[in-house]
């Protein structure tokens, strides 16, 4: 599984985020390989509406429907088509206790939570709060393209095994200067299952091409 | 001019805000009042395209277009359809210095900001910044149905006078409690130029009768 | 072990502080149960001076020493005396990621982490970081008078249950509503290794009884 | 005036904290310059015992006394000794409306506000808020050795002419990357009232010598 993070990239938004998500279906079309992408609040229920690809919230915040002023909930993402959340990505910390929360509302609404961390113990933090993937990030790898799985394979295998102790259910992905197939692969052969993935993708001259590069490396692993 | 706010009420989501901005557009035709609406991050861009009348967001936060997970800027909600925003909400305060960096980003791309505060004190420091608009709501009637303009008059006519003494430019609104046209009217006949309401629409039984009742209010008050 | 929070109440500053200190020293000495305070930072240095029990900040925040006003660091409350510190108080939640980066930085200061969670979940997700401590404490009962080991008996065996799984290194402690010995006794009964308190005893009308009378039935349960 | 902060330097903390407030007082008592001194929490108390020049705190949460762990109270500031508090510096930016009840709750406590901000509107919004003094400083400029009376003498004055229409009564500081006596002279020539100063001194290898340099700047400019 590939995620495709548009953050707030101007290459992201509106005409861009849908021509961009239509690369990322045709990619899974071509590879088989599941592509998520996770588009700005203002873009999710179009993207939601012209592509079958799952679509993802790239945080909601803690609190339920009502008297909330500017904050993102469960209900406002899963009625625009969004099938899940990331949450607590480096550029969103949040709180421990409204990650447990938030993760506890996406369950019960039938939404998946992909709680990012920054450290194995983050990572293994996460994960007992029993969401369904969590996303292991080195902060100061991001956007670098230096790939995590090159630079700190220790970081990923150290995640890993103490995810597997706290809890076995949750998928383990990776992210942070992926921009390459061999990175995938170097990720997958750790026994990472799945990518995160931003500015090597949203802001790549080809982006199909470069889609297509990690969805084959992901694909040939599995 | 009426401001009204969905807040992240179901009463205001996705089906909910199109017949709510099509009540407001309608009764903006009847009275000639303007009435502004500010639907959920979500419905931004098809609330836009489907009404004639201002689409403002609730919030915009303070960082540019780029690496900001989970963040919403200025370029998505007016690439969205807004005209403007609501900026420092009781439910959404933010930090003085990120108002100031927010009204200004507003203005740079063409958007007005109404930015609300508490007290008057708060209120002329707000003006200082140079919104459009700013909109004064005591929080503890916030939802109260205890009109702002019957309980605390004192405030509204502290904030007008501190306002105009350090930025006359700026177009006072109040809010909090308002339900009825009486409340429109008192608010208007101490200075106020516009009101922000929420739950008082939102959440009403018949709310094209409830807006009606507060445009009616405002159209004869000018 | 019993860790008694005084919040900022009036009732734990200053000359309060010094009186409230020396009776948990006393009752300690009584009792040859541990206790250890945590005052105010103002009051962190001369409490530490003053008694021989453990002294603990209520927060630190997760910057290091440097260019960083206003906040609170490891190296400062460790300079003060104390040996350690509360983190993501129920009044004070913090990021995920910055409770791990704390946890860490206390460690290697020799000084002891005491995170406090609100559910068992969060508890086992806190384990995870490797603190020293954790408190599990339900906020809605925290200051009520009303017992969480007598009125939620299972998020304390649920909570005792995970970070077993997780982390049983850990030592499990719980708050929020305890004001007699008994609730600390049914407490202790299901396990859990000692009690935070702040209400039940900075506000007692005599707080040297109260706090021997949990301190007893700390000392009879073990 | 001059006020030096000393953040939460490894060379302002406890010995080095009483050490540089002597310097501080003495450099007071040779030049008649007031100098005020803004050591860390945990030292605040004892400062404010040893030497006779005014002592304020880096922040004050907007908090009452009560249940808020971890937080710092204006009533605990002043019981240790604080004659005042800086607020909202760069490094512990606040919300607009906590800057306003935190200003008021000073004043009712009769201890004085010092309010930080980075332009010459939020300065302008700082002063509405009827602070004793506002401290204007460009953040970018902050512990850079480039003074900003040297490289952004537009900032002062825009500074001082947008606080004079919007209150007069405030007191005018500004701060960021001062580190000598000419920096000093060239601010107060173009009407500034004091110096917010923090590595500058209490990172300076001849810590009296450098203190020395700006108070005989500052008194020759008076």
């Known amino acids: 599984m590939i995620i495709v993070n548009y953050k707030t990239y101007p290459e992201g938004l509106s005409r861009n985020a849908a021509e961009l998500s239509r690369i990322a279906e045709h990619v899974h079309e071509e590879t088989g390989v599941s592509i998520g992408v996770c588009p700005q609040y203002v873009d999710l229920r179009e993207t939601a509406k012209a592509v079958k ?14 008297a909330h002023t500017g904050s993102v909930n469960v209900e406002a993402v899963k009625d625009a088509g969004a099938i899940g959340s990331l949450l607590n990505h480096s550029e969103k910390r949040i709180r421990l206790s409204d990650i447990g929360k938030t993760v506890d509302g996406l369950k019960k609404t039938g939404l998946i939570s992909v709680v990012c961390a920054d450290t194995a113990a983050v990572s293994a933090a996460a994960a007992a709060l029993n969401p369904d993937m969590v996303a292991i990030e080195p902060p100061e790898l991001i956007g670098s393209g230096i790939a995590v799985s090159k630079a700190k394979p220790d970081v990923l295998t150290d995640t890993i095994a103490l995810i597997n102790k706290v809890n076995p259910s949750v998928t383990i992905l990776c992210g942070a200067g992926i921009t390459k197939g061999e990175d995938v692969s170097s990720a997958m052969r750790l026994g990472i299952k799945g990518i995160l993935v931003a500015s090597g993708i949203v802001k790549a001259k080809d982006r199909r091409t470069a889609l297509m590069d990690l969805a084959e490396a992901a694909r040939k692993a599995t």
Chains 1, 2, 3, 4 share one sequence.
């Open 53 to 66: 690809i799952p679509v993802l919230s790239q945080h909601v915040d803690c609190y339920e429907a009502g």
